[in-house]
């Protein structure tokens, strides 16, 4: 198996524009994680989902913050209008079971100027 | 809710030398899972170590181990003969037992640098 694809590895965008982040977990994972890693605030969960389904959303910073997870192999995190304070590390990471831990994808660099 | 803390900001070690890392939580539950987790300046999340609660023995990994005292909830990450490449910053996790708790709480991790 690959591991957890995210994509884009960098991104960086004007303050206003959209950006998307792009998620494929590990086939038969059926939890998936969207974190935000920064210096001062550290790794934050922002969302995750049980089967497709989300489940806690209450790290989401605001409304400009969504994420979808159509089917079992691709979920993505939509910041729309950017801002620099967002400008931040976005980790996505899959789970099987509650023992297992987390598997991460690579992450994308996000900055917003 | 839950809380992990890890009060080493920074930590170093010489090269074949042990080093360990502190980590404490905060908990009501009984049953729950933890992890020690390594970032290498690649940014990579990579699992070193994981400890089952309901489990008296210490996991250890080749020349990863931890020391988990329950009561005390302490869970601490030795590295024994220490690699340049073990030059990381080092987060311990906690996840819950319970079904519909998926979601690992992280401490705010320990930069280690391993000098030659």
């Known amino acids: 198996d690959a591991g957890v694809i995210q994509s884009p590895r960098h991104e960086v965008t004007e303050m206003g524009q959209e950006v998307t982040l792009r998620c494929k977990p590990i086939?038969?994972?059926?939890?998936l994680f969207w974190y935000r890693q920064t210096m001062m605030r550290g790794l934050e969960l922002l969302i995750y989902?049980?089967?497709?389904?989300?489940?806690?959303d209450s790290g989401m910073p605001e409304d400009r913050f969504s994420a979808k997870m159509p089917n079992a192999s691709f979920s993505t995190l939509k910041i729309q209008p950017s801002e620099p304070r967002d400008s931040a590390v976005y980790f996505c990471?899959?789970?099987?079971?509650?023992?297992?831990?987390?598997?991460f994808g690579s992450g994308t660099r996000l900055t917003v100027v | 809710a839950q809380t992990v803390t890890q009060s080493q900001p920074e930590m170093s070690v010489q090269e074949a030398e042990t080093v360990t890392l502190s980590c404490t939580y905060d908990?009501?539950?009984?049953?729950?899972?933890l992890f020690w987790y390594k970032q290498p300046p690649s940014r990579q999340m990579i699992l070193v170590i994981r400890?089952?609660?309901?489990?008296?023995q210490n996991a250890t990994e080749n020349r990863f181990s931890v020391n988990f005292q329950k009561a005390a909830k302490s869970f601490s990450l030795k590295i024994s003969d220490s690699q340049l490449g073990d030059a990381a910053m080092y987060f311990c996790?906690?996840?819950?037992?319970?079904?519909?708790?998926?979601?690992?709480?992280f401490g705010k991790g320990t930069k280690l640098t391993v000098n030659p």
């Open positions: 990471a899959s789970s099987q079971t509650l023992s297992a831990g987390y598997t």
């Open positions: 996790a906690y996840r819950s037992a319970l079904g519909g708790s998926e979601k690992l709480v």
């Open positions: 086939s038969g994972h059926n939890s």
């Open positions: 989902f049980n089967n497709n389904v989300p489940i806690d």
């Open positions: 908990t009501s539950e009984s049953d729950y899972y």
């Open positions: 400890q089952e609660a309901y489990k008296q």
